[in-house]
């Protein structure tokens, strides 16, 4: 018995040794280093400041993005398609070959043509196969036969007329002689008159090879301007009547930005002013002109028409409902942080406003947005540091810069 109390004794006296020497540890019993006063680390964010920028005074209306030129294309001279090289979407070039007919016709046409003008040129005695078409009329054997005609039967007349003076002939020889003269006249008129209607005739059907050979190269279809194919019109093997259309093309650089800005801002719209363009779902800003204005107020619903010209980068498409904004007054500023630093969550945005080493939620009313930018018009002041992409940062979080 003494000996199970002494042992006992001894049990207690160790727990108790042990005990004080882990109470005067100074760490945990997890291994784990305790922040001193009770204290999380601060988060390390980055921040910039509310600053005040020149954006100008703007006019922001929505309107519709229009293709600046659009033509429909189409064959000027009938024929069966033999071949098209483009279609729907397709990049066209100015010049660029499009379609092109079946020209076996048309070759034959021009054939034709070329046949009658030799022969019309052999007629006036040219080289058939010559450019050269001047001729000068006295110059060609039908005319110079005439003359000579004409010149023998003068000089009889001539002749007669001092015999019948001389009382050697009677006088009704001489009128004999005198119709004589009078006909070779009338035939060298009438020779004249032919080389003339050869040269008529030469000029018609060196005009009708012209035409035949542009009717030919007609069969081949150009694109008359750089754009897009909207829709193809026409398919291989169909006959087309002269003017049918084979394919639509529009003009997408620049495109025609339309707009209806009420008439109690139309005021302040001057030709020339710059326009920031947005599109839903595409967060670039694009930048186009005032070009056109119309001269009048619309009465039906009190509104100017705008035009502007607005570059595009290949991403925009005419027909694009958009969200521009003119801007009227270049030297205006407005109160601005950067876009990453604003969050949105059920409608509301905020924006998360170092003071006092701790991230503090504000409400903001926002504005006029840029590629990097955000016009504030209600919330923070100028000067107070907002966190630039803050994520998940809770407000009373301590935070610090880096």
Known sequence: MRLFTSLSAFALL??????????????????????????????????????????????TVNGTLAAYDQTTVGVKVPGRLQTISIDLGSVVHKGQVIAQLEQQDYKLRVQQAEAALAQARARLGLSPDGADDRVTAEETGTVRQAKAVLDDAKLKRDRAAKLVQQGVIPHAEYDTVDSDYKVALSRYQDGLEEIRNRQGLLAQRRTELALAKQQLADTIVYAPMEGVVQLKKASVGEYLAAGAPVVDIVRIDPLRLRVDVPEREAHSIRIGQ???????????????????????ITEQNRVLAVEADVRNNGRLRPGAFVRSEIVTDQTSTAVTVPSSSIVTFAGIEKVMVVENGKATEKPVTTGRRGPDWIEIKAGVNIGQIVVVDPGNLQSGTAVIEF
Do not use: H, W
């Open 14 to 59: 160790t727990l108790l040794v042990f005990g004080s020497l882990a109470c005067k540890s100074d760490y945990p019993a997890s291994g784990k280093a305790a922040i001193p006063d009770g204290k999380s680390q601060p988060r390390q964010v980055k921040t910039a400041k509310v600053v005040e920028m020149p954006i100008g005074q703007t006019v």
């Open 274 to 296: 710059s326009v920031r363009v947005t599109v839903e779902g595409d967060a670039e800003s694009y930048l186009g002109y005032v070009k056109r204005l119309s001269p009048t």
